[in-house]
C-alpha cells in the first residue's frame, strides 16, 4: 500500500494480504532502492521481524490514500502467520512536525523526497492519532499483540506450515483461494492456524472448511515423523480474520488437558481463565477437549468489540488479576466556535471549488469546559471541510495543517494553550489528486458548507454483560443498552481512569516494540538468541 507512487490511479492488490514465509516486501523504501532487490543475505540464519509493518498510510499531495482498519490488521496477521517473529509498525502514533531552525522539516520534492507532504502534519492515520485519539486500527490490533504477548513461549519457535490439500492463491486478486498458514510448535505439540480472509479495496468470497472439504497441514514432529493436522468445522466469512489454537495446554486445578480444536479465535490466558473471541453465533460455536469432557469453567467467549477492548492487570504475582474492558470513547460539545468572512459572521465554511486562491476564515473559540474525565483533559477543533487542504495559524504562526482525505480533521488544542483566536485558510480541491474515500460517505464533499466544532471525549457506560450459550460457556459481550445479568460493570473511579490513561497512552511517545520474552529465547536457536535479547524491552498491550 506504498503512497509515495507517483501516478493517481488505483493499486493493484497488495501481496502484504499472502501468507508469504519470510516476506520480502520490495515496496519497503522503494523510493531509494535504485532498483536492488532479493536478500544481500541467508535468509535461513536470521529471524524473521517486521520493521515497517504499515500502521497506517501517510497522504501526500496527490494521494489521498486510506488504510482501512481491516488493512492494518490483516496484513499484521498474515506477517505473524508467515513466520515473523517481532511485528514492528511504521507508524504506529503519528505527530507534528516541529519547527526547523532555517525551515520547514517536511519531506517535500524541492528537498529531494519522492512527495510533497504537509508542512506539520505527519499523523500517518496509523493507530494513535497525531491529536492522542486511538483509531480502529488500535483497536483491532490490540487483541492481537495481547495474543502475542501471551503466547510468546509457544509461538516463537513455531515453525510455519502452509495447506498441502489446496493450491496457493493465483496471486493477490484470487478472492476465491483459501489464504492460511499454520505455526506449529513440535516441542509443544501444539500450534495456531491463521486465517485472512480480507484483501485491501477487494472483496473475497465466503469460505467453508469442512469434513468433505477440510484443510489440511502435514508437520513434522519432535522425533521427525510426519503427521497431518487437519481442520474441518470452519467457517470463514467475508473480511474474517481468525488465530484458531490447535492442541493448546490448558491448565485446570493444577492438571494440563489439551484444547484439540475451536473454531473460536484465541486471545491468552489471564489470570487461570482462557479467553476466546468470536462473533459467530453461540450455538455454532464449539470446543473440543482431550479428555472428552467439558470444561466450561476456565473458558471465556468474547465478542470481537470486547476482544479488542479487553483488560488485564494483576498487582501482584500471587493475585488473579482484574479484568475489565476500554470504555468507548464518545464526543460531546466543549464550546462554541464564532466564524468570521472578510470581518462579517457567518454559520460555517464554504467547500472550496473552482477558484485559484484560499478562503480565509477568522475562528475565535469559547471554551465552556475542559473535559476531565476522559483521556488527557483535551480539547479538540472539529472541522468536516471540504477542499484540497487545510491550515490553522495563530498570530501568523502555521500550528497544525491537514490534507483532505475523507476523515474529519480533529486538532488537538492542549498541546497550544487551548487557543482563542486562529486563523483558517482553505485550499480549493485540485484536479489530479486520488483519493481512496472521496465522495464515498461524506456528505460534507457533496454539499456546499461544512461545520466548525470545539468537543471533548467522554467515557461511555461499558460493562460486561453474561449469557449461557451451548455446552455451558459462559458468553460475555459488550451491550451500551439493555444488559443481562450485569454483574462485572466498569465503574469510574480515579484509579480506573489513571489506569484506562495509561492504556489509551495519549503521552507522545508510544513503545511497540517487544515480542520475545528472554523465557522464549531457549526455543530459538542460539545463533539467533544474541540478535533477538538485543531488543528486548517493554510493549504496552
Not at 480533521?409 to 485540485?430: C, H, M, N, Q, S
Amino acid at each position: 500500500m506504498p503512497p509515495w507512487a507517483n501516478h493517481t490511479h488505483e493499486l493493484a492488490a497488495s501481496e502484504n494480504f499472502l501468507f508469504q514465509p519470510f516476506h520480502d516486501d520490495a515496496n519497503i523504501a522503494s523510493d531509494f532502492s535504485e532498483g536492488q532487490s532479493g536478500f544481500t543475505f541467508d535468509a535461513a540464519e536470521f529471524p524473521y521481524l517486521t520493521a515497517e509493518l504499515g500502521g497506517g498510510l501517510q497522504v501526500t499531495a496527490h494521494r489521498r490514500t486510506y488504510p482501512y482498519p481491516e488493512d492494518i490488521e490483516a496484513q499484521t496477521i498474515c506477517m505473524l502467520g508467515a513466520g515473523a517473529n517481532l511485528i514492528g509498525y511504521y507508524m504506529y502514533h503519528g505527530g507534528v512536525n516541529p519547527d526547523g531552525k532555517y525551515s520547514t522539516l517536511q519531506e517535500s520534492k524541492a528537498t529531494g523526497y519522492a512527495n510533497d507532504l504537509p508542512v506539520k502534519s505527519y499523523d500517518f492515520q496509523t493507530c494513535l492519532r497525531e491529536n492522542g485519539l486511538p483509531s480502529e486500527s488500535y483497536y483491532r490490533l490490540r487483541k492481537h499483540h495481547a495474543f502475542i504477548k501471551n503466547t510468546e513461549e509457544l509461538l516463537a519457535p513455531a515453525k510455519v506450515y502452509l495447506p498441502d490439500n489446496i493450491s496457493e492463491p493465483a496471486s493477490a486478486e484470487d478472492m476465491e483461494t483459501l489464504r492460511a498458514a499454520f505455526r506449529y510448535n513440535k516441542t509443544a505439540d501444539c500450534g495456531f492456524l491463521f486465517i485472512n480472509n480480507h484483501q485491501r479495496k477487494r472483496k473475497m468470497t465466503e469460505k467453508q472448511i469442512t469434513p468433505e472439504k477440510p484443510l489440511q497441514f502435514t508437520v513434522t514432529d519432535v522425533e521427525g515423523i510426519q503427521r497431518q493436522i487437519i481442520f474441518d468445522r470452519i467457517h470463514v466469512r467475508t473480511d474474517a480474520i481468525l488465530v484458531l489454537p490447535y492442541n493448546l495446554p490448558v491448565i485446570i486445578r493444577g492438571e494440563q488437558f489439551r484444547l484439540r480444536k475451536t473454531n473460536a479465535s484465541y486471545l491468552g490466558c489471564f489470570g487461570g481463565t482462557y479467553y476466546f473471541y468470536t462473533d459467530e453465533k453461540p450455538e455454532d460455536i464449539y470446543f473440543e477437549w482431550s479428555d472428552g469432557n467439558d470444561h466450561a469453567e476456565v473458558v471465556r467467549i468474547l465478542t470481537i468489540h470486547d476482544a479488542e477492548h479487553f483488560c488485564y492487570a494483576q498487582e501482584g504475582a500471587d493475585e488473579k488479576g482484574k479484568v475489565s474492558l476500554l470504555p468507548d470513547l464518545h464526543f460531546a460539545e466543549a464550546g462554541k466556535v464564532r466564524i468570521a468572512d472578510a470581518g462579517q459572521a457567518v454559520e460555517s465554511i464554504w467547500n472550496v471549488y473552482g477558484q485559484t486562491e484560499p478562503n480565509v476564515y477568522e475562528l475565535t473559540l469559547e471554551y465552556e469546559y475542559h473535559p476531565a474525565d476522559a483521556l488527557s483533559g483535551d480539547v479538540w477543533l472539529e472541522l468536516d471541510f471540504g477542499g484540497d487542504c487545510a491550515r490553522l495559524y495563530q498570530d501568523g504562526k502555521l500550528l497544525d495543517d491537514w490534507f483532505s482525505n475523507g476523515e474529519l480533521w480533529r486538532v488537538a488544542l492542549k498541546r497550544y494553550g487551548y487557543p482563542t483566536k486562529l486563523t483558517l485558510e482553505l485550499d480549493p480541491f485540485k484536479p489530479d489528486v486520488y483519493y481512496d474515500r472521496r465522495r464515498s460517505g461524506r456528505t460534507v464533499w457533496q454539499g456546499e458548507t461544512a461545520a466548525v466544532k470545539l468537543t471533548g471525549t467522554r467515557f461511555g457506560r461499558t460493562h460486561f454483560g453474561n449469557r449461557r450459550i451451548e455446552r455451558g460457556y459462559r458468553y460475555e459481550r459488550h451491550d451500551t443498552g439493555k444488559t443481562v445479568k450485569a454483574d462485572h460493570r466498569l465503574r469510574h473511579t480515579d484509579a480506573d481512569r489513571q489506569y484506562l490513561q495509561q492504556v489509551y497512552n495519549v503521552a507522545d511517545t508510544v513503545i511497540v516494540g517487544r515480542f520475545l520474552g528472554e523465557s522464549a529465547l531457549a526455543g530459538v536457536e542460539a545463533r539467533n538468541a544474541d540478535l533477538f535479547s538485543a531488543g528486548t524491552g517493554q510493549r504496552h498491550v
